[in-house]
């Protein structure tokens, strides 16, 4: 085990319908689809290889990214392409597969890691969809096949609200866990870093080899793997690391073990307004609908693909992103509270003084004792100027002025976003400082402005 490391700074955000270890029994997807958008470096019109009618197999390729013909961009089930759905300027939003009964796989072969070259591995990944799992930082993009990382992280645990729990879904998994790891190490020179829950005695990861371990404990973003590298080992200007889920070293190991691009993985359906939240056990980009049917206790809903703090909204026809692993329903704030800014407020997250958080309820007896909150969308407030506070290093556990940087962006002063730390960071690392923020400044979005203007600028 490698070091141990406890951050203060941060802040959990406790909801109501927090998933417990339980499943949605028979939970079963008739679509599926794969989103160009959800892959930050591909162009908007990758080259499609299908058309509406055509049937594939779980591993077949759908499109490509013109710059990139080598890396395939794969189906997770057979069936029919029934739908592709364009957005502004004919940008591809989704490729829309129409699931058999049965998936059916494209064989690729089984091949041991450890007998076949780099070489050959990289190819296999490229082929079967999978390369499309690593992703490259700084920047968060699809990893470049061309550069060998200095290191691979992986975070081993979910601190977001409402967020699957990995030890209990990945227990059944650990060997192709295993042989993921196994096909990482022959990707790098360096290490593969595995940040584990410090708060556990130990872990269902705690056999795997050819990896470093650390351990960490701390309110949220402990289990951001941005944070874990901030932590281990920083990434310095010039460096490239790689970070992979751990759904995702799963399915690349059983590309390996079995031969197939199997991205069967275990989601959660979560939030105040949810009758039973529970995991559902799917494949990737899988539908939502039959998920939420009759299990919603409110008709003025937001649904959001990934963490209620850094997701994506989406209707109920619509599909979770390539890397969300949570499905997160909330009631919608859409109304006005009369004199809200002179009555007593409700009970919610807040980092505010004038809110007790969950841990001081239960010891001011004059106080509403809860231990988890009922919440809405609503921002309480519109934008303001955007302003020092403070706020934002309160819950952000790195070495960065996260403020200054933002500003940085808004300038475009590339130096000094350079200086600040912009290489460190992606959204979710920020998404704490969002949540807090007085100003209701959209620092996700800034900062995804900032990252790729600095890719642009090389």
């Known amino acids: 085990m490698g070091k141990t490391i406890k951050l203060k700074k941060g802040f959990d955000i406790k909801l109501y319908g927090t998933p417990e270890h339980k499943y949605i029994e028979n939970f079963k997807s008739s679509t599926f689809a794969v989103r160009p958008p959800d892959y930050m470096s591909l162009k908007p019109i990758p080259k499609l290889t299908v058309q509406i009618g055509d049937e594939v197999l779980a591993g077949d390729q759908l499109f490509f990214d013109k710059p990139n013909p080598d890396i395939a961009f794969c189906s997770p089930v057979s069936g029919e392409v029934v739908e592709i759905r364009r ?79 990995l030890e209990f879904t990945l227990r059944d998994d650990v060997d192709a866990f295993q042989a993921g790891v196994d096909v990482l190490d022959k990707l790098t020179d360096g290490f593969v870093h595995l940040g584990v829950n410090g708060k556990l005695d130990r872990s269902v990861f705690s056999g795997i080899t050819k990896a470093e371990f650390n351990s960490f404990t701390g309110p949220h973003p402990a289990g951001n793997v941005g944070v874990q590298i901030h932590h281990t080992k920083p990434i310095n200007k010039g460096e490239v690391v790689w970070t992979v889920h751990p759904y995702d070293v799963v399915a690349i190991g059983r590309l390996f073990i079995n031969g197939v691009f199997n991205t069967q993985r275990m989601f959660t359906l979560g939030g105040p307004p949810v009758h039973y939240a529970a995991n559902f056990k799917s494949y990737l980009g899988t539908g939502i609908k039959s998920a939420i049917h009759n299990n919603i206790t409110t008709e003025n809903i937001r649904l959001v693909s990934g963490t209620p703090i850094s997701g994506r909204v989406m209707d109920e026809n619509g599909h979770l992103g390539a890397f969300d692993y949570q499905l997160s329903i909330l009631e919608e704030g859409d109304f006005h509270e009369l004199f809200g800014w002179i009555l007593p407020s409700y009970a919610r997250p807040s980092i505010s003084p004038t809110i007790p958080p969950v841990e001081l309820t239960s010891k001011l007896p004059f106080v509403q004792k809860v231990d988890r909150f009922n919440v809405n969308t609503n921002t309480h407030g519109e934008k303001r100027a955007f302003v020092m506070s403070g706020q934002y290093e309160k819950v952000l556990p790195m070495d960065i002025y996260p403020v200054h940087l933002l500003k940085a962006i808004l300038s475009r002063d590339y130096d000094l976003m350079e200086g600040l730390g912009i290489y460190e960071v992606v959204e979710e690392d920020l998404a704490l400082c969002e949540f807090v923020c007085t100003s209701k400044f959209d620092v996700q979005d800034t900062l995804r402005e900032g990252l790729n203007y600095m890719r642009e600028q090389g």
Do not use: Y
């Not at 059916?104 to 007998?115: C, I």
């Open 87 to 165: 957005g502004e300027k004919r940008a591809i939003e989704e490729v829309v597969i129409l699931a058999d009964e049965e998936i059916r796989f494209r064989d690729f072969g089984a091949e041991h890691p450890n007998k076949i070259s780099e070489e050959r591995i990289r190819e296999k990944l490229m082929q079967s969809g999978c390369w499309t799992f690593l992703r490259q930082r700084p920047f968060n993009i699809i990893a470049d096949p061309t550069i060998k990382p200095r290191d691979i992280f992986i975070s081993c645990f979910d601190t977001n609200t409402l967020a699957p729990d």
